[in-house]
């Protein structure tokens, strides 16, 4: 089965910009979605960004525009969130996902000074 490791994730000042990464062990299918989520303690778990593999047709939550770029290499099977000018309320966890159930055990990134 299809697994996906993250990485990438650290502590950051805030403004400051940080690359996390989603690496896909298996086969990724055109019509996959694959996204990004965040949790930070005691709250839900909250959409971020995601991207379709078939037409790299991506989307953002509101808290992401303008910040947050999602890119893939369709060649590495990998995915990528970009995070710039960051603040300490994107403090979190953050995880990958692939279709409806499939995620990754996540990467904590902290935004503090």
């Known amino acids: 089965q299809l697994q996906l490791v993250e990485s990438g994730g650290g502590l950051v000042q805030p403004g400051g910009s940080l690359r996390l990464i989603c690496a896909a062990s298996?086969?990724?299918?055109?019509?996959?979605?694959i996204a990004w989520f965040r949790q930070a303690p005691g709250t839900e778990r909250d959409f971020v960004a995601s991207v379709t593999w078939r037409n790299n047709k991506k989307t953002y939550a509101d808290s992401a525009k303008g910040r947050f770029t999602n890119s893939r290499d369709a060649a590495e099977n990998t995915i990528y969130l970009r995070m710039t000018n960051l603040k300490p309320e994107d403090t979190a966890v953050y995880y990958c996902k692939l279709g409806y159930s499939i995620w990754g055990q996540g990467t904590q990134v902290t935004v503090s000074s």
């Open positions: 298996g086969t990724i299918y055109a019509n996959d979605v």
